[in-house]
């Protein structure tokens, strides 16, 4: 082949790849360099950029428009939660996922660990509202564990029941801080 029908073929290439992609990146959002490294300025500029929340959305949501987002500080079940198990290291705490997974801990003995897993189902505080799994890891001394699940026992009711009780204490406590007594309007009398 000579170097036109070289070229030829190149450019054809090029020209298909790139019409493909639609004038736009293929994956959106992918370009690193558009994005501060500090998560204060990205979250600085996705509010600028409309990418924020905002309180229309929440009224939008009943018209059907829009999702809603809620924040971890303010879900009683998901703060009493990590409250509960603060003493072991976590693994994995993702809210949007409804999922906390801790790491293995040991308090005394260095060849029994427990892991703790919680989903959450729902927001509401129900004693079906999560399930907790707890395993079981015990090591020999030739470095051989066995894993074990436990989704029923003491252990595990024990948590969901301080779980709970937390999470009420906490919704609670939210009521009356966000407590005001209805004091009426004044009607201007000089009218």
């Known amino acids: 082949m000579n170097f036109f029908n070289k070229s030829l073929i ?3 290439i090029l020209t ?3 019409s ?3 004038g736009k990146r293929l994956i959106p ?3 690193a360099r558009k994005y501060p490294p500090d998560p204060e300025l990205r979250v600085k500029k996705n509010i600028e950029e409309g990418r924020g929340f905002r309180l229309t959305d929440s009224f939008k949501k009943n018209m059907g428009g829009g999702g809603s987002f809620d924040f971890a500080s303010s879900n009683e079940l998901w703060r009493a939660s990590l409250d509960t198990i603060d003493f072991m290291p976590l693994s994995s705490a993702n809210y949007s996922g409804g999922i906390i997974i801790t790491d293995w801990y040991s308090e005394n003995n260095p060849n029994e660990y427990i892991k703790i897993t919680i989903r959450f189902l729902t927001n509401e505080i129900r004693s079906d509202a999560m399930t907790i799994k707890l395993f079981y890891k015990k090591c020999s001394n030739d470095l051989k564990c066995i894993i074990t699940e436990k989704s029923e026992g003491n252990i595990v009711k024990e948590l969901k029941k301080k779980i709970l009780k937390t999470a009420s204490l906490y919704k609670e406590q939210n009521k009356d801080k966000n407590f005001r007594e209805y004091k009426g309007f004044e009607v201007d009398s000089k009218n």
């Open 20 to 22: 493909c992609a639609d």
């Open 16 to 18: 298909f790849l790139s």
């Open 29 to 31: 959002g992918a370009d």
């Open 10 to 12: 190149f450019i054809g």
